[in-house]
């Protein structure tokens, strides 16, 4: 091929296509870098962190997700300084936020033997769960922030604008125009947000309720709701 | 509740529906003059009237500190409670007032007349502590007795150039000129105005030290004919008060550098941001705009040149990030400031995503001086990797603090004479260098030069020119720990090292600060700061540890030796 550019992964000499990034270059000779906000179906905004690897002659780590490769570019992917980061922000979200139902971030923990203890006496983000639509539930106190719902939601895909941000720095927290509930707001339940949500914040209404230990039949019974606001209209 | 009378808000956000979305921040600012707050029927007005969806209307108002979509006194007292002022009793000042009003710090009286806040760096350290009061849209500076509604501006040093017509008021553009180094320019091919920058040295006086000609250069080069040219007027680095200094006293001067900036890139609009705790910079910018182009110095064929540029001003709204160049656009752009990744680099994807020369107040205001004496004559004075002249925010524990205007390449030792020594005969203990992004320098660091070149290999930031002096009976974990609060306070929340990072680090300096020092808390610092500083998306995160690591080095006793003690 001809504008084919030449690198180093790891010391391992490397040729790419222009415009793949050093994300897909390492996974392209299966070197794996880890990823949390990343998804295929959403613009790459390189929020985690957790994909930095150390570029020769840049002052500072760089995002695999969306840094291009470029000629003669040298790259780590497990230098010192990319495994104190990676080993520090998992650290530092398992001090903040629930964990428990994001299996792939627990594994990454474990690979980089990060502590779930490293922090102690940390103020964590705990919400009650919100439960406002027949739907999905919102348990923010599993959510790591990873704007994937606000980004399905808006220009990504759905054009929806319902979700946008409350807060600012560590207080920040998904939310709707002024907390409404969902039904309040501009959300069409198209579920978009809850297929992208990678830690079990956003979680189908009936999952959650099974979890709750409520039986099949229960749930269903939750839903003749429908059926009598219809017959209200017709009267 | 009562029903809302939106008729007033139509009125006074008239002028903004043209602007669409970013008009969004003049709009919520115009909606506040009138309703002290910002309710959900405004907003959706605000909403509908600008076409922003509802909910990013929402994520903008709870971005910036100073929107608030709850109910807020009529009156807001805001007590400045960072470094400078925290050695001027801040905290005391603050107590007294709450006291006095029967409130805690962020409340309001229950009939909506009065709100204490504690607030971020006003920009008014030279004279800490310093307080705020604004009162619709009317504003007074200080407590009690010495109120003024325009700070005094204290002026020093061993030149006046930048600052030679400050100290004495504002100054009228009858007094400062017809843009004599516009006249020249435009007589001038914008190709050799850049190479005129570019052999004058000028880089940014705003921290980062770029190259201001060359960045000129790209976004010259860069293809469009829609270009823009920003002056960052958002100086919210705590110990920066210089740029405040420069509009309010003598606001053509900005200006003029502006347009040279906007004549040499091919642009023809122009932004100024400014931040909201300066509202007493607005009108005077308004006036002096206005005397520009009743003087055709601004608008429509300027002087007969064909050159036409236009300048607008803008309000931030409590949030330092927005100093941050690419924060800064998303601000104008009516969103929320948060940083873009780069690259793109403004100069090709700017504002609007369009190529955009930003620079700081500081340095549009060297502009005028290079084209009307020459880059040869500017590099007289300094030194030859740091030419020309450069002010110096000097505050804290001096006998005289005020703004310094210096050569490049005098001593530490020498600005700290010119400006009386450390205070009271005491001896020195440290010096906060760049300000809260800065490191830390001690008496050691006296005869190092202030250049970029000799800071830089002393291991100090220049950055914004903050000096900020510490006595010897200065507390510096009290310090550090307000350093902590100042970054969890203001980072925007958009990549993690940062976003949790900045709240560790305040926990870990509060239990320093106050001897409850976990086992284990010094590696836990430092590689809390070292991630922020290697992994962070923008340059908050990146030097929000700075100060705290540089102090690690200085004082490792005063970091967690408590505990193990005991």
């Known amino acids: 091929m001809k504008d084919e550019i030449k690198l180093t992964v790891d010391g391992q000499e490397v040729t790419a296509e222009p415009g793949k990034t050093l994300l897909e270059v390492a996974r392209a000779i299966g070197k794996e870098i880890p990823t949390i906000c990343f998804h295929e179906a959403t613009t790459a905004n390189a929020l985690c962190r957790i994909c930095v690897v150390e570029v020769e002659g840049m002052r500072v780590l760089q995002p695999a997700c969306i840094v291009e490769a470029a000629q003669n570019m040298k790259i780590q992917t497990r230098s010192e300084k990319v495994v104190r980061a990676r080993k520090t922000i998992l650290e530092m979200l398992a ?40 739907m999905y539930i919102r348990d923010y106190s599993k959510c790591l922030l990873c704007w994937r719902c606000v980004q399905v939601c808006a220009d990504d895909v759905q054009y929806t604008y319902a979700l946008s941000f409350d807060g600012r720095g560590y207080e920040t927290q998904i939310g709707t125009f002024f907390e409404k509930s969902i039904p309040e707001t501009t959300c069409v339940l198209c579920g978009q947000c809850v297929g992208v949500c990678p830690t079990g914040a956003l979680k189908p209404k009936r999952e959650y309720l099974l979890e709750q230990g409520m039986s099949p039949q229960e749930i269903s019974v939750l839903n003749t709701g429908r059926k009598k606001r219809t017959a209200d209209k017709r009267r | ?11 006074a956000i008239e002028a903004y529906i043209p602007l669409g979305r970013s008009g969004l921040l003049p709009a919520l600012h115009a909606a506040q003059n009138v309703y002290g707050w910002i309710s959900e029927p405004v907003a959706t007005e605000i909403s509908r009237s600008l076409g922003v969806p509802l909910v990013d209307v929402h994520g903008v108002i ?80 200080g407590t009690g007795s010495s109120e003024s509604n325009r700070p005094s501006s204290m002026v020093y040093g061993l030149i006046r150039s930048l600052t030679a017509n400050c100290g004495n008021g504002i100054t009228s553009l009858a007094s ?56 960052n007027a958002d100086e919210s680095e705590p110990g920066t008060f210089k740029d405040r200094i420069l509009l309010i006293d003598d606001p053509h001067r900005t200006i003029e550098g502006m347009l040279i900036a906007g004549y040499a890139i091919g642009a023809s609009r122009g932004y100024i941001y ?19 182009r009743e003087t055709n110095l601004l608008g429509e064929n300027i002087l007969g040149s064909g050159f036409s540029f236009g300048i607008e001003l803008r309000l931030g709204a409590g949030a330092y990030i927005c100093g ?12 929320r400031g948060f ?43 300094g030194t030859e990797k740091s030419p020309g002249p450069k002010l110096f925010c000097v505050s804290g524990d001096v006998a005289t603090p005020g703004l310094y205007e210096v050569p490049f390449g005098v001593t530490l030792r020498e600005l700290l004479e010119m400006a009386g020594g450390v205070v009271d005969g005491k001896q020195l203990q440290a010096v906060l260098f760049g300000g809260a992004a800065g490191a830390f320098a001690t008496s050691k660091h006296l005869d190092v030069k202030m250049t970029f070149e000799d800071l830089r290999a002393a291991g100090l930031p220049l950055g914004s020119g903050v000096v900020m002096v510490f006595d010897e009976t200065r507390d510096m974990r009290d310090i550090l720990k307000r350093l902590g609060h100042f970054f969890a306070h203001e980072s925007c929340g958009k990549c993690y090292p940062c976003q949790i990072g900045t709240q560790r680090q305040k926990e870990i300096l509060d239990r320093i600060s106050a001897g409850r020092v976990l086992e284990g808390d010094l590696i836990r610092l430092q590689d809390v700061g070292w991630t922020m500083t290697d992994a962070s998306l923008c340059g908050l995160g990146q030097t929000a540890a700075s100060a705290v690591l540089s102090a690690m080095k200085l004082w490792p006793e005063i970091f967690g030796r408590i505990k193990a003690e005991g």
Not at chain 1, 100 to 121: C, K, Y
Not at chain 2, 1 to 7: C, G, K
Not at chain 2, 98 to 107: T, V, W
Request: aromatic share 6%; net charge negative; charged share 25%.
């Open chain 1, 95 to 134: 001090s903040t936020m629930d964990l428990s139902e994001a299996p792939e971030i627990l594994r990454m923990m474990d690979e980089h033997g990060a502590s779930h203890e490293r922090f102690p006496d940390a103020e964590r983000r705990e919400v009650p769960v919100k439960d406002d639509n027949p």
């Open chain 2, 324 to 335: 941050e160049e690419t924060a800064l656009f998303e601000s104008v752009e009516g969103k």
């Open chain 2, 339 to 381: 940083p873009r990744v780069k690259p793109p680099f403004p100069t090709t994807h700017g504002l609007f995503g369009k190529p955009t020369v930003i620079n700081n107040v500081e340095t549009l205001c060297n502009v005028p001086l290079i084209i009307s004496q020459g880059a040869a004559e500017y590099r007289r004075i």
């Open chain 2, 274 to 292: 400014i931040r909201a705790e300066y509202p007493y910079i607005l009108p005077v910018l308004e006036h002096a705009l206005n005397e520009a």
């Open chain 2, 62 to 141: 709870e971005f910036y500190s100073l929107f608030y979509n709850q109910p807020v006194g009529k009156q807001i007292i805001r007590v400045c409670t960072d470094q400078a002022c925290a050695l001027k009793d801040a905290d005391g000042v603050l107590r007294q007032f709450c006291s006095h009003h029967g409130l805690e710090p962020g409340q309001t009286t229950r009939n909506l007349a009065l709100t204490i806040e504690a607030s971020p760096c006003l920009g008014l350290c030279e004279q800490a502590p310093a307080v705020l009061t604004t009162d619709g849209g009317q504003w007074t500076i």
């Open chain 2, 1 to 11: 509740m009562s029903e809302i009378d939106l008729a007033p808000l139509r009125t």
């Open chain 2, 176 to 231: 400062y000129g017809n843009y004599p180094a516009l006249a020249k320019a435009l007589g001038m091919t914008p190709e050799e105005i850049v190479d005129e920058i570019k052999a004058s040295g000028l880089v940014g006086r705003g921290g980062a030290a770029f190259p201001t000609g060359v960045k000129w250069e790209g976004a010259a080069k860069a293809p469009g004919t829609e270009k823009y040219v920003i002056c």
